[in-house]
């Protein structure tokens, strides 16, 4: 049978965070017996955009820019999906995140799909006025994909509230009218959520905390290593300190500090999103990435990249529990060897998913035009965590197989039931 464009790729492309998504579809496949035919069609993204575009920046010169906007199975509602840019932005690795958000969205039953976007640049090597004039490009570029009812993007890597408000601002600039619900994680100013910020921090907080319980144990003065101190790895930080665990690492891109007493966050949140900042800490050795995923600790929290837990330092991971909070942080070797080795690992499309869940609060909100209080959206957010941590818990217990596994047999098992359900059209 011959090989469509994907099917080629995938097969080039063995390492790839694409080809990681498709092992894991075709492993929840087989336990969930699905239909073959049904099989490709969940394995294939429904569309992908690519765009270059040119950007005016500070000096007069004129860049392009490349950037994407992947929209995986539209079975279960409107396509929802980060915005990342980075330099290392790829279509390949935005089909696998759109891919993961579609299983994400279908675990925490929230009525999404799932999308992802990402733009190839390096944001820390732009001023503010050219990340503007990139962000309103790039969104006009992508226009004809993204509305409230159509695909509603949110921050990821190297976005934040900002770059969310002109999101808003330039979608509704075309439409002539001011439309809050085309984009979530957006600045409380503008209609974005209480909870939000912390949000996708909070759901990785209280899978922590599930997962310790089921061990006998709680977060009070469980040891927390973090890698990645950005939005999602500094919000972790914060609320697990807070609930009275000792965070005794955490790092960003130019490596990490360490003090198996614990470190400060109060005095180091003010290093949050910049990078290298938390490296003149004082009270604390400096260690480096690496060093960081092997400590020995309780909880051991990735934040910041896909592909750091491999075949190849799985063997030495000490912690006893791993709650993703980056998207595909490890990978399926790596899965096998902690397996083996008794290690917890509470699987990204359940442990990270705390983002989407209040992005649909946000949502919802800014259709009804009626806000809600913080604790309103925080309870609501942590009991749609709990109930999903302890279905994919009983789901991966009935079927003997791990929490990933659990995870995908429950968010597969939706999409493909919805997908059935609504037939193949025409
Ligand atoms: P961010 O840009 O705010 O922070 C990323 C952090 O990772 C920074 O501290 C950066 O220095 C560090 N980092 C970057 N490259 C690194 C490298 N090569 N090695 C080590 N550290 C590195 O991003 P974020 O929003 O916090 O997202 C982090 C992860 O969480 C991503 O995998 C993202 O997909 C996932 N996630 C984010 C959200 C959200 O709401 N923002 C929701 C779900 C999942």
Redo the contacts with the bound molecule.
């Keep these: 049978m011959a090989q469509t464009t994907i099917e080629r790729e995938r097969h080039t492309e063995e390492r790839s965070a694409y080809a990681i998504a498709i092992r894991q579809l075709e492993a929840a496949a087989h336990y969930l017996n699905l239909d073959r035919s049904l099989l490709e069609v969940l394995k294939h993204p429904r569309r992908e955009l690519i765009v270059n575009f040119p950007v005016k920046m500070d000096d007069g010169s004129i860049r392009v820019f490349t950037g994407y906007r992947v929209h995986h199975n539209p079975a279960r509602g409107p396509a929802k999906g980060?915005i990342?840019y980075?330099p290392e932005v790829t279509l390949d690795e935005t089909r696998a995140?759109a891919m993961w958000m579609t299983w994400?969205c279908a675990v925490v039953n929230i009525p999404y799909s799932g999308a992802k976007g990402g733009v190839v640049c390096d944001p820390k090597r732009l001023s503010v006025h050219e990340l503007e004039n990139l962000t309103r490009r790039y969104i006009t570029e992508i226009s004809m994909l993204i509305g409230p009812e159509s695909d509603i993007p949110?921050?990821?890597?190297?976005?934040?509230p900002q770059v969310m408000a002109w999101i808003m601002d330039t979608y509704s600039m075309h439409k002539g009218y001011t439309v809050p619900a085309v984009v979530t994680?957006k600045p409380i100013a503008i209609g974005g959520s209480e909870g939000?910020l912390e949000?996708?921090g909070r759901g990785v907080m209280v899978m922590a905390h599930e997962a310790l319980r089921q061990l006998g144990r709680t977060l009070e003065g469980a040891t927390v290593a973090i890698?990645?101190?950005?939005?999602?790895?500094?919000?972790t930080a914060k609320l697990m300190h807070q609930a009275g665990a000792k965070v005794v690492a955490i790092?960003?891109?130019?490596g990490g500090i360490y003090n198996p007493n614990g470190l400060n966050i109060p005095a180091l949140l003010h290093c949050?999103?910049r990078?290298g900042c938390i490296q003149a800490y004082r009270d604390a050795e400096l260690i480096t990435?690496e060093e960081l995923l092997e400590l020995p600790c309780d909880v051991l929290v990735?934040?910041?990249?896909?592909g750091?837990i491999t075949g190849h330092n799985a063997e030495r991971i000490q912690a006893r529990i791993i709650v993703e909070?980056?998207?595909?942080?490890v990978t399926p070797d790596a899965d096998e060897i902690l397996d083996d080795r008794g290690i917890l690992v509470v699987p990204?499309i359940l442990a990270?998913?705390?983002?989407?869940v209040v992005?649909y609060f946000e949502w919802v909100q800014d259709l009804q035009a009626f806000f809600w209080e913080e604790e309103e959206v925080n309870l609501k957010l942590e009991k749609a965590m709990r109930r999903s941590y302890h279905h994919v818990a009983q789901t991966a217990e009935q079927n003997k197989v791990n929490m990933r596994m659990g995870a995908y047999i429950i968010g597969v098992n939706r999409v493909a039931e919805a997908t059935t359900i609504r037939g193949i059209y025409p």
């Design positions: 980060g990342r980075h995140l994400k949110a921050p990821d890597v190297g976005t934040n994680g939000r949000a996708t890698q990645g101190f950005g939005n999602v790895g500094s919000a790092s960003d891109v130019r949050a999103g990078d990435n990735p934040a910041a990249l896909h750091v909070a980056a998207n595909g942080p990204d990270n998913a705390g983002g989407v992005s």
